[in-house]
């Protein structure tokens, strides 16, 4: 990323909408968003074999894994308004398991690009499917986008639920159901 391209972008910005960019509190504005653009889309430089370097393990367990309630921030492709939420994932191991840290970590390289919600859902879902090769994997993203709350619509309240299911979650109603109502309800 071009800093200083990015900065004077900002700062064209700032000057169309009316405002002077000399003024105190926004002379360093644009320094301070291409700092923010940068964190937002830092998933773009990240690779998935360095996030999990060397965590998948051999294991002979074979019963469903969720992790549960991860919180993603992303920026959304359409506006360049945030979307945040939670997102749930859940596999079932045929032999192999994955750190549980490295789930949380394989959200954010997503979610820290410029995205929509339903491509997000589905490319978190590939990834544990490819480097894991589980008998299933479920991934449900639920989340607050701020282009529906701040303009468009304007409904505050309004989420947006997205799936990705593969093997087992999608060929059987059962395991997908078991997966629905273990996310659904707050244990802790």
Request: some cysteine; proline content about 3%; aromatic content about 8%.
């Amino acid at each position: 990323m071009n800093q200083s391209k990015l900065e004077e972008i900002v700062r064209n910005l700032i000057t169309e909408l009316g405002e002077d960019t000399r003024r105190e509190g926004l002379e360093k504005t644009p320094h301070r968003v291409a700092k923010a653009y940068e964190f937002f889309t830092q998933g773009y430089k990240q690779e998935i074999k360095e996030i999990l370097n060397g965590a998948v393990f051999e294991e002979k367990y074979d019963e469903m894994v969720i992790v549960r309630d991860i919180d993603f921030y992303s920026m959304c492709e359409h506006h360049l308004l945030p979307f945040y939420g939670k997102v749930h994932i859940a596999y079932i191991p045929d032999g192999k398991i994955v750190g549980l840290s490295k789930i949380p970590r394989i959200v954010d390289v997503y979610a820290r690009r410029l995205q929509v919600q339903e491509r997000m859902t589905q490319e978190i879902a590939d990834t544990i499917e490819q480097f894991l090769n589980p008998r299933g994997v479920g991934v449900v993203a639920e989340a607050y986008h701020m282009c529906m709350m701040m303009r468009g619509v304007q409904k505050q309240n309004s989420t947006t639920i997205t799936s990705a299911m593969h093997g087992i979650f999608k060929s059987d109603a059962r395991t997908r159901s078991e997966l629905m109502d273990l996310i659904s309800h707050k244990r802790i």
